[in-house]
């Protein structure tokens, strides 16, 4: 048991021992990103690598990994306001969330990429996304639709109906760079999720496909051999910044003297 003289941020914690998992995992991950100055474009989710480089393993790096701080300390901020879903749902159900946001939620990206690149917006096959706002705003999406007052984000309260467009403005206002695209796909995805669209997917199957995407992205990552050198990377100076459709995209040389971008 849990006594009450502790401080509530302890007891939160031990409550909600997933949630704090996840947050000091995405933390160490931005960490070790900036310290080892891994370059975005190696761990990044774009239509390109995708499609003509078949790494699948992308889905997971690029939603676990931050560039800015600002955007690592607004999603894990509202991560951690999301708390509450732990609590009413069980740890595994919660993991079962995440799960489902991540995959689903990527999957409506590649699709709007595809439709855009289809239509002639050929700038969408590089650009590049990270983050794990997609997830964020789909457990902001599902907790909407939970008995509540009010969800709280850098302690402005936002009535949980509007709670995660809230967010969305709040997000293109103090990160210009941040993907539309992916926050709206996250807010699909929760949408679908809070009205049972899934109910099916029990626990027991959940399990198993975890189990199976597990060894499949094991097998991925030894098939397409991903590029480590980023290891001794050292910062690029010959990089731009060009706006795409409202999207700032960072672009550098690349060894064969071609331009990589990224957002």
Not at 139 to 151: A, D, H
Not at 224 to 249: C, I, M, Y
């Amino acid at each position: 048991a849990v006594s009450m003289d502790q401080p509530p941020i302890i007891y939160d914690i031990i409550a909600t021992p997933l949630v704090s998992i996840n947050i000091v995992l995405c933390v160490l991950i931005w960490a070790c990103l900036v310290h080892y100055h891994i370059p975005v474009d190696t761990i990044s989710f774009s239509y390109d690598a995708i499609t003509n480089r078949s790494e699948h393993w992308r889905v997971v790096t690029a939603t676990l990994s931050h560039q800015s701080i600002l955007h690592l300390l607004f999603n894990m901020s509202s991560l951690w306001a999301c708390r509450p879903l732990e609590s009413l749902h069980g740890s595994l159900t919660y993991v079962k969330f995440c799960f489902l946001l991540m995959f689903l939620s990527m999957l409506l990206v590649y699709i709007f990429y595809f439709v855009a690149i289809m239509y002639g917006w050929s700038q969408y096959v590089h650009v590049q996304s990270i983050g794990y706002s997609a997830v964020v705003f789909g457990l902001m999406t599902i907790l909407s639709l939970s008995p509540g007052t009010g969800f709280v984000i850098f302690g402005v309260t936002i009535p949980f109906s509007l709670a995660p467009f809230g967010a969305l403005v709040f997000t293109s206002i103090i990160v210009p760079q941040a993907s539309f695209v992916g926050h709206l796909s996250g807010i699909l995805v929760g949408y679908l999720v809070a009205w049972g669209a899934f109910n099916w997917f029990t626990n027991y199957w959940f399990l198993c496909s975890l189990v199976w995407c597990v060894v499949y992205l094991l097998f991925n990552i030894k098939k397409t051999k991903p590029h480590l050198s980023f290891l001794q990377w050292e910062e690029d100076t010959s990089r731009n910044a060009r706006v795409v459709d409202g999207v700032l995209v960072w672009s550098r040389q690349n060894n064969n003297g071609n331009l990589d971008s990224m957002v």
